[in-house]
Structures are given as structure tokens and as C-alpha cells.
T-cell receptor, first 112, second 113 residues
Framework: DGGITQSPKYLFRKEGQNVTLSCEQN?????MYWYRQDPGQGLRLIYY???????QKGDIAEGYSVSREKKESFPLTVTSAQKNPTAFYLC???????????FGQGTRLTVV | KNQVEQSPQSLIILEGKNCTLQ??????????LRWYKQDTGRGPVSLTI?????NTKSNGRYTATLDADTKQSSLHITASQLSDSASYIC????????????FGTGTRLLVSP
């Protein structure tokens, strides 16, 4: 099936540890995005990538890092520098020239 | 500052009733406006898209309207069903080279039997 797959669905992390969230798409989309969703707030952009081997910071990139070595993969690493990492993380992709973003099912990260 | 505001924050209606959700935006330059439905713990799914020249668009029991002059949009749900219980998010695209998306905080709808 075509789509965007995020894994894992739930993730627990101890304070001070880095953790990587996976995002894979087989839609052949050029652009990929990472968003963070907190209760009572709209989705906020962490990083985006419009092409392989290139990515740009979004509005809240501090404490996060990404890579785009393959078109279909855009992993997000939440580092220990992120002060409040507990949130719902959404990955999205979009084909070039098209305005709709297609979302994965999300990863809920909890720092314990 | 680009902003999207939605109202109400939450809404409870009885099954079978209609409801209307509101979205006001200050996004420039405007490209399009989408309404997304997000079930709890899931990713958002697009319901409708409105461009500058469109006033209304329907998708089954969902009807979206757009007034580009007042920068307001509404999403009307007809004959609500229990499966309509979700958050509805208004998303406005700014027509930059990157097609920046500005998200509203959403309206949480609960359809009660």
C-alpha cells in the first residue's frame, strides 16, 4: 500500500537520551516535513526537506536534527538539548507542485 | 504575523444534528485553505481545499465556504454521525516558494448518541 509510515507509534525516553523517530514514504513525494503537535496548539514545523540531501529549519528546530539521505526517508532525532520533548510528532510529505500534505499516523513521544 | 484562528475550541452535538465550525485567517500571500479531520492519536486527513476564487465546496456531508474578502471560512457538517467525532483543523497555505502551511489549533467535535 502507498503511504507514509511512522514508527514507532509510542516511544518512551529517559531524560538526557537522544531518540530517533522514523518516517518512510513510498509515494515518491519530493517534500517531507516534521511537525510537532501539543494540546491546544496548532501544528508547528520543526524541519522540512524539499529534495534529497537538503533540509531547512522550521519554526522550532532547536533540539532537533534530521537527515535526508534517501527520497523516501526523513528521520527525526530528538536530542537531549530539546527541553520539552514530550509531544505528538507528525511526519508529512507532498509531491512537487501539489498543495496537499499527506500525513503519517504520528509518534507519541513521552519523556520519563 | 500569519495566523489561523478557529472557533469554537470544542463542541458537543447530538447525533443527526448539524454544526458549523469557523476559521479566520491572516495569512499573506494567500494560496489556498484546507480543512483537515484528525481522529484522536492519528494524522490529519484532508477533507476539502478552497482556492481564492472558490466560495463553496462539498465533500459528502461536509461543506466548506470561503470568503476571501473577510478572510473567513466555515465547515458545515450535516446530519452528524458518531464517526464525525474528531478534531477539525483549518490550514492555510501561504504562496511562498515553499508553500508554507499555517495551522489553526483545531475544533474538537464530539457527537453524542
Amino acid at each position: 500500500d502507498g503511504g507514509i509510515t511512522q514508527s514507532p507509534k509510542y516511544l518512551f525516553r529517559k531524560e538526557g537520551q537522544n531518540v530517533t523517530l522514523s518516517c518512510e514514504q513510498n509515494l515518491n513525494h519530493d517534500a517531507m516535513y516534521w511537525y510537532r503537535q501539543d494540546p491546544g496548539q496548532g501544528l508547528r514545523l520543526i524541519y522540512y526537506s524539499q529534495i534529497v540531501n537538503d533540509f531547512q529549519k522550521g519554526d522550532i528546530a532547536e533540539g532537533y536534527s534530521v537527515s535526508r539521505e534517501k527520497k523516501e526517508s526523513f528521520p527525526l532525532t530528538v536530542t537531549s538539548a530539546q527541553k520539552n520533548p514530550t509531544a505528538f510528532y507528525l511526519c508529512a510529505s507532498r509531491p512537487q507542485g501539489y498543495t496537499e500534505a499527506f500525513f503519517g499516523q504520528g509518534t507519541r513521544l513521552t519523556v520519563v | 504575523k500569519n495566523q489561523v484562528e478557529q472557533s469554537p475550541q470544542s463542541l458537543i452535538i447530538l447525533e443527526g444534528k448539524n454544526c458549523t465550525l469557523q476559521c479566520n485567517y491572516t495569512v499573506s500571500p494567500f494560496s489556498n485553505l484546507r480543512w483537515y479531520k484528525q481522529d484522536t492519536g492519528r494524522g490529519p486527513v484532508s477533507l476539502t481545499i478552497m482556492t481564492f476564487s472558490e466560495n463553496t465546496k462539498s465533500n459528502g456531508r461536509y461543506t466548506a465556504t470561503l470568503d476571501a474578502d473577510t478572510k473567513q471560512s466555515s465547515l458545515h457538517i450535516t446530519a452528524s454521525q458518531l464517526s464525525d467525532s474528531a478534531s477539525y483543523i483549518c490550514v492555510v497555505s501561504a504562496d511562498t516558494g515553499f508553500q508554507k502551511l499555517v495551522f489553526g489549533t483545531g475544533t474538537r467535535l464530539l457527537v453524542s448518541p
